[in-house]
């Protein structure tokens, strides 16, 4: 295999640089990435993103079962100096991966689900509204709501992300906001189709959706996971698409509450929490200072920041598509994770995306970490509610 | 019309446009914002890829910056605001109080008694200073300043600490002064050379920095490894002092970085080459580099960098992603060996990182007072087109050195001399210093010796019983007088010199007391105006040489200070008064070559007022700049610079020879003669060699056979014309370069890239295939991105081999073309670690340049690198001039260069020639080597072993009186008279009797127990004085004897040594290496190697054991290696005493 001579291939390095925009030409092959790249710390074989960067480069697509190791958590791209968006070269090279039938077992499926049922989940499309029979959550109407509660594939299907979903309920109750939702009507962001590199597909997903939140007069959301936010704020934008709404994270907007003394939260015994900073809230937008003060905000709260924190923080091994794909004992990231946070002295591990929730709580359970109990940040919140004269 | 120019910065290229200038009768007002000028290479320890000692041969530059009466130095100051236009610009200037006044004697009690300490800047904070305290030893103007900010006594002191007043005896300290001063100057031009600043590395987390002591930046590495830095020179871990088993060099911190400077940084390959080499030679076993490519661009580069690999560093392509600690307290570093597409967890014990050259702070708000324009990276902006990188956006105001982005130091002192080139096309009047006219006392040719102690305070006298020493004097032959005085600097005891010598007649007069090195200048102004000739001084360095570095054996101190006074003594009755001798010359030049450096420097030349010929053997201007199209990186039209400078060429009345070449050429220095073809006769002062250089003619890859293979060059010319049949262009870097020895040749991967960028433009497919990557030049990188990111492809092929070995070509006209007809480039694509092929329609070769063949160069005697590139006079402070008096080199005939180096270094060349040609006469210090036409042979040694050729074959072999030495053209080193067997030359000064006399004083009483020292004046005196200066105590048996070079040394001063019963002789002089020579006189020391290598054999069989004969070169920056030595050597003759004394030898 190795002594096979490379040829260029010069349409397929044509398209490449057309469709990263020139991204994938810039890369002078430092090697940062890789270095950076968490599967370092739990394989043998890393991956070697310089590697697919430079087969971009030539137009050589190749099947390489590395391509779908990649989270998309882009600490490669923090670090690299040449600030080439890496996401976007790996999107690329999947895509080329789709074309040429070169895609991972079980991948298809969750596109599949994608179209059958409007989620990756392969959940069926009637039971969206199932975790909130008990709630009574008004229709979104723009007349009436403040904004559109943007629940999400995910917190919508999975039983753990679900109570995700119902703390943020009684949060948003609890400081009066008026709210609804879509209900059965609620689009998926397409996310799972982008970072899974089906370009094309996520193309159709987000006009869509678009088309959903046009109907229903939308004007502002607010997202559950980071990774709809993210494909309402960036992805979508990106593909020349008018976004006409303004989304923000769960986490901006009850910081939003907080400091407009909308939600006040009331005295609890004193807990060292340290946040895990999720890779799509975090390094991918920017966004690490509204959930740490919404933490702050919450009397008897220690924050504590692990080693690496912040542009640094080690991804959960959720996104990129990962969530579909089996992750075999020892290569989880979230495993490295439980111990950074015990490290860090910390009593409770909080986050603030579903796929994170799951990994961590996952590798907490394995671990046995009875000392390090892993919340979301809504559910947090919701611990130290104050409850409003008013509420239910 | 102003005389003066403003220089704001005192770092090399301030330094070297201050000199320039001053030299060719202009005065300067040099700014410095620090207390010392020196700048940052003051503070480096050695120099790529030489491996000079920094300061060793700095120094001398900053104290001729101080010594010249036409420069003014104002330190702690900076320039407040400027009016007016070119040629009469108004000036302010703010002046810190340095709170210490010119009656400091050096002594550095203060600093003892200052209870303050703090962080010391030029240790980079690694080890402390007191708030009143010296830069650094060689600190300049004056030595001591106070910290006001930190100093307990600050204004208003309430409660004032006067420990330093107290211990201050000359009163040398001045609370009282105005905190501030603001002056005003009239000035012509300025140029502003302030240098640069680093990044901070703190500003990338994950590297460590600031958290971990172990992660040191390169300054710091600098300091760590300098002798007189804080661990005086040991490489250790900051965190815990132990010795480091491995270090990792990590080069691009913060330089080529999209989120921090997207330029390269330019030197900081080089000199992590350096660090490593220096860390291998400290003894560290395993050292590392990270790299992205290494930029070893210049003369002699590439050469260093394979010996750093032979040596043993590992060059591993690569960057950290983290550096944290480890559970053992060391360093974690995560990185990916991308030849091997490996990630790498690796521990190392120390990591030094390259961080990124920035704008000097307070740049910006310096361009807003002088009214230039910085570029985007807050660099001053260049006018490319109009003078290289000198030219500022002012007129009137020039730019030089890292103030317009970063440079290593012979491109800084360049241009620094070219923008005093520039500069003085302003100034109108011109001043030479006059000496000062005194009756002259009569009956000088009578000794009649006059003996100054001083007691410098407690300095000497805590130590040596200076009046004993006095009354000992007074019984030495011929010494009619001597008195011992608190401070013979010092202002009104000058006075009592001078009146003793008028009252009491002395005609030579001995100043025991510090070093010649500081003080000489000071004492033989009181000569002369006593009417003394300031040639009949001497003195005996009584303090840094004896008292401080014997402070705990007073007696003996007094004993040696006793000796050393009557070596004084002894040399003084033999002095001579000499007088500076004025040598005629012509005031016009020679350019020898029309191309872009030629022409820019004829131009500079000829509109600073001289005769300027310019020859060209072609019949036409321009040179290798008319075959280009555009010049890289800037897009500069090659035919617009070419048509302005033959417009400015035609202008400034430069006499041109075309079609003409040099036939003969003869001559000194001022006075040169030249027959030209075209029949006329020159007579000039000065030429300047613009040779150029020729671009490689390949003969692989079937060039000139095969239609589908062209060069760069021919490329060009396919660009003008907007026409190049074929759709897949592939270049391929260094062809004739980087092979054998020859180096890199600079321009091309520039020049190759914008090619690419050009052909991308027009829609080609393009590829680059190339072994590093080296845009080191301003713009370049950025030109690089650029090309990148509008889809030139970028590979590497294996740099151990050149390209034809390395790349296969298969042209469309060949059989066996790949599968689509087309032709292609086979070749083993090192990052991806296979063979890769790339569909080729046209394979353009980027060729080197080479050196060209020149009879002038045999008949000048101009000496080559070795890689046939004429060779400049020093490799870091003399890029254009050569060893050759008065013949100077601009271009690419001195090395490979791009455009606009070539005329950075014309102008360089200009403002040389013209320095020299300006005053209309040379003046030479005496101390000049003196032909006795009658004790000549004619056996031609002093012709072969001149560094200088300044020793010229006129008669018969054989026959005596056959050579004469041209005054012009000496330097005064005394390799000659070393050389000659029949004492027929005679150095001034240092002539063979005042040295035998100085050795029969040494070793008159107990000649067994005592050591003598040779050393020459540049480095290794200079680093017996540093002993001094740190107080590095050694045992008091050494007898100094200083020589202006090691190469004055003779055989028979090392014989009356031993014929009188010396226990030791050392000889030392400037660091000599397998890679270069700190020597100060165009490597005659390897001489000094040469000739020590045959005497200590002959000793040996003379019954002199070899220790009792040593030799050990000494760096100005080696005072403790000079204390450790001296030590050493009081072990060989304690060992030969004691056999002496033994019954039955």
């Known amino acids: 295999m190795s002594d096979q001579i490379l040829e260029l291939d010069e349409a397929t390095w044509e398209r490449m640089l057309q469709l990263t925009h020139g991204a994938v030409a810039e890369c002078f092959q430092c090697g940062v990435c890789t270095a950076a790249c968490p599967w370092g710390e739990v394989r043998q074989e890393p991956l070697s993103v310089r590697t697919l960067i430079r087969r971009a480069q030539l137009g050589i697509g190749h099947d390489n079962h590395t391509l779908w190791l990649c989270t998309s958590c882009a600490q490669c791209a923090a670090y690299c100096p040449r600030g080439v968006d890496i996401n976007q070269v790996m999107r690329a090279l999947r895509l080329l991966a789709w074309e040429r039938r070169q895609v991972e077992k079980g991948l298809p499926a969750v596109l599949w689900s994608l ?277 239910e | 019309m102003s005389d003066s120019v403003l220089v704001i910065g005192g770092g090399i290229a301030g330094i070297q446009a201050a000199l320039d200038l001053a030299e060719a009768g202009a005065r300067v007002v040099l700014v410095e914002r620090e207390a010392t000028i020196g700048g940052i290479m003051a503070v480096l320890d050695k120099n790529f890829p030489t491996l000079d000692c920094s300061i060793c041969i700095e120094a001398p530059k900053m104290s001729e910056v101080d010594l010249h009466p036409n420069i003014e130095i104002l330190s702690l100051a900076e320039v407040d605001s400027l009016e007016g236009e070119p040629g009469d610009f108004r000036v302010t200037i703010r002046q810190r109080a340095r709170y210490v006044t010119s009656a400091c004697t050096r002594c550095g009690e203060c600093t003892h008694a200052c209870p303050v300490v703090l962080p010391n800047e030029y240790d980079s904070g690694m080890a402390a200073r007191k708030a009143i305290y010296t830069p650094i030893p060689q600190s300049t103007p004056g030595a001591y300043l106070i910290d006001i900010e930190h100093c307990l006594s600050k204004p208003p002191n309430y409660l004032p600490c006067t420990h330093c007043l107290q211990a201050c005896l000359p009163k040398a300290i001045d609370f009282n002064m105005p905190e501030e001063t603001r002056h005003v100057r009239h000035v012509g031009a300025v140029i502003v050379a302030v240098g640069y600043d680093m990044f901070d590395p703190r500003l990338i987390p994950q590297y460590g920095y600031g958290k971990h002591a172990d992660v040191l930046t390169a300054l710091e590495f600098e300091r760590l490894v300098n002798s007189a830095g804080p661990t005086g020179g040991e490489i250790i871990c900051p965190s815990d002092g132990r010795h480091p088993q491995n270090i990792l060099f990590v080069l691009c911190v913060g330089s080529r970085d999209r989120r921090f400077y997207h330029y390269c940084s330019r030197f900081c390959c080089m000199y992590s080459i350096k660090h490593a080499y220096q860390a291998l030679d400290h003894g560290v076993p395993q050292v590392d580099v990270l790299y992205m490519d290494v930029r070893a661009y210049g003369k002699g580069f590439d050469g260093f960098w394979q010996r750093t690999t032979a040596e043993g560093a590992r060059f591993i392509r690569g960057h950290p992603a983290f550096i944290q600690p480890n559970a053992q307290g060391s360093l974690r570093v995560v990185y990916e060996d991308t030849q091997r597409a490996m990630r790498l967890s690796a521990d190392y014990d120390l990591v030094v990182l390259a961080n990124a050259v920035t704008p000097a702070r307070g740049l910006n708000t310096l361009a807003q007072r002088l009214g230039i324009a910085l570029d985007a990276d807050g660099f001053i902006l260049a006018q490319e087109a109009q003078g290289g990188l000198v030219m500022t956006t002012r007129p009137g105001i020039y730019a030089a050195g890292c103030s317009s982005g970063p440079k290593d130091i012979p491109d800084s002192v360049s241009e620094g001399s070219g923008a005093a080139a520039l ?134 101190a007094t004993e040696k200070a006793k000796d050393m006074v009557w070596m004084a003594v002894e040399k003084a009755r033999l002095l001579t008064p000499l007088q500076a001798s004025h040598l005629p010359l012509k005031q016009s030049t020679l350019v020898v070559g029309g191309g872009i450096a030629g022409m820019t420097a004829a131009v500079a030349l000829a509109s600073q007022g001289f005769v300027t010929h310019l020859v060209e053997r072609s019949t036409q201007l321009g040179g290798l700049l008319s075959r280009l199209e555009q010049i890289a990186p800037s897009g500069i039209r090659a035919s617009q610079l070419l048509e302005a400078k033959v417009r400015q060429v035609k202008k400034s009345r430069v006499r041109l020879h075309l079609g003409t070449s040099v036939e003969t050429i003869s001559g000194v220095v001022g006075n040169y003669h030249v027959q030209l073809s075209d029949g006329s006769h020159l007579e000039v002062g000065a030429i300047v060699m613009a040779t150029g250089a020729l671009p490689h003619q390949p003969v692989v890859f079937r060039y000139g056979e095969d239609p589908s293979v062209i060069t760069n060059l021919d490329l060009e010319a396919c660009l003008a014309e907007e026409n190049l049949s074929g759709e897949r262009v592939t270049l391929v870097g260094c062809v004739g370069s980087r092979q054998g020895k020859m180096g890199c040749s600079r321009y091309c991967c520039t020049s190759m890239i914008h090619q690419a960028l050009q052909l991308r433009n027009m829609g080609k497919k393009v590829r680059v295939l190339s072994k590093d990557v080296r845009t080191y030049s301003r713009g370049a990188e950025e030109l690089y991105a650029q090309a990148m990111r509008a889809g030139v492809q970028f590979f590497r092929y294996d740099p151990h081999l050149p390209p034809q070995e390395a790349i296969t070509y298969v042209s469309p006209y060949e059989s066996g073309a790949s599968r689509n007809g087309g032709g292609y480039v086979q070749f083993y694509e090192t990052s991806l670690g296979r063979e890769v092929r790339l569909p080729t329609d046209v394979l353009v070769l980027v060729v080197g340049l080479q050196p060209q063949e020149d009879p002038m160069v045999e008949q000048l005697k101009l000496s080559r690198s070795e890689d046939g590139f004429l060779m400049e006079l020093h490799p870091k402070l003399g890029p254009v001039q050569t060893a050759v008096e008065g013949v100077y080199l601009a271009g690419a005939c001195q090395g490979a260069k791009d455009v606009r180096e070539s005329m950075a270094q014309a102008l360089a060349a200009a403002g040389k020639a013209g320095a020299l040609l300006s005053r209309g006469v040379i003046e030479k210090e005496p101390l000049t080597a003196r032909l006795i036409p009658e004790l000549c042979k004619g056996c031609m040694r002093c012709v072969r072993v001149c560094p200088f050729s300044a020793i010229e074959q006129v008669g018969e072999p054989g026959k005596g009186g056959s050579v004469i030495i041209h005054e012009a053209a000496c330097m005064g080193c005394g390799t000659c008279a070393a050389e000659c067997n029949f004492d027929a030359i005679e150095m001034p000064y240092f002539t063979k009797p005042q040295i035998m006399a100085q050795i029969d004083a040494a070793l008159a009483h107990e000649p067994e127990k005592k050591c003598l020292v040779f050393t020459c004046n540049w480095c290794s005196y200079a680093g017996a004085d540093l002993a001094g200066i740190e107080k590095r105590q050694y045992p008091p048996s050494a007898r100094i004897i200083r020589t202006m070079c090691s190469a004055r040394f003779e055989e028979d001063f090392v014989a009356r040594a031993f014929e009188k019963g010396a226990g030791a002789v050392l000889i030392t002089g400037c660091r000599l290496t397998d890679t270069g020579s700190d020597c100060h006189y165009n490597y005659a020391n390897r001489l000094t190697w040469k000739r020590f290598q045959h005497w200590q054999r002959k000793f040996e069989r003379q019954g002199i054991s070899p220790e009792r004969l040593q030799l050990r070169w000494i760096s100005a920056a080696e005072g403790k290696e000079f204390a450790e030595k001296i030590a050493e050597m009081d072990e060989v003759v304690h060992t030969f005493a004691s056999q002496l004394t033994e019954p039955g030898r």
């Not at chain 1, 994270?249 to 340290?274: K, M, N, P, W």
């Open chain 1, 115 to 391: 179209y059958w049922n409007d989620n990756p989940w392969q959940q069926p499309p009637s039971q969206r509204m199932a975790w909130a029979n008990d709630l009574n959550l008004p229709k979104f109407d723009p007349q009436v709501h403040e904004v559109l509660l943007y629940i999400g594939c995910t917190s919508s299907y999975d039983r753990r992300a679900q109570q995700v979903a119902r703390a943020l309920v009684r949060l948003l109750r609890g400081a009066g906001v008026s709210f609804g939702v879509l209900g059965e009507a609620e689009p998926c962001c397409g996310e799972s189709a982008l970072s899974l590199g089906h370009l094309y597909y996520f193309r159709d997903l987000a006009r869509e959706a678009l088309q959903v939140f046009a109907e229903h007069g939308v004007h502002k959301l607010i997202a559950i996971s980071p990774h709809c936010w993210y494909a309402f704020t960036q992805a979508y934008p990106a593909l020349d698409e008018k976004v006409a709404f303004e989304a923000m994270h769960y986490t901006q907007y009850l910081h939003e509450l907080v400091q407009a003394g909308r939600l006040a939260f009331r005295a609890g015994g004193t807990r060292s929490v340290t946040f895990q900073d999720p890779c799509y809230l975090g390094r991918l937008s920017g966004e690490y200072h509204a959930p740490r003060q919404v933490l702050k905000a919450i009397p008897g709260t220690n924050l504590v920041e692990m080693e690496a924190h912040g542009v640094d923080a080690l991804c959960c091994g959720g996104g990129g598509g990962r969530m579909w794909l089996e992750t075999p004992a020892g290569e989880r990231f979230s495993d490295l994770r439980i111990p950074q946070a015990q490290h860090a002295g910390a009593e409770v591990l909080v986050t603030a995306c579903p796929f994170c929730l799951i990994c961590l709580e996952d590798s907490a359970k394995t671990a046995r970490a009875a000392t390090l109990k892993v919340i979301d940040l809504a559910e947090y919140a919701c611990l130290a509610l104050e409850e409003a004269p008013s509420s």
């Open chain 2, 423 to 556: 500069a003085l096309s302003h100034l109108k009047a011109r001043h030479w210093p006059q000496a000062v006219e005194v009756p002259s006392l009569n009956g000088v040719e009578n000794p009649r010796v006059g003996v100054f102690v001083c007691h410098c305070g407690s300095n000497i006298a805590g130590v040596v019983d200076v009046a004993q020493v006095a009354e000992y004097a007074r019984t030495l032959p011929d010494v009619v007088f001597a008195s011992h005085q608190m401070f013979s600097c010092a202002g009104n005891t000058q006075k009592e010199i001078e009146e003793a010598i008028k009252r009491e007649g002395i005609t030579r007069v001995v100043v025991a007391a510090c070093s010649p090195k500081t003080h000489e200048s000071i004492f033989r102004g009181v000569l002369a105006r006593a009417g003394l000739n300031p040639y009949l001084l001497e003195m005996a360095n009584i303090r840094n040489m004896d008292s401080w570095v014997h402070k705990h054996e007073k007696e003996e």
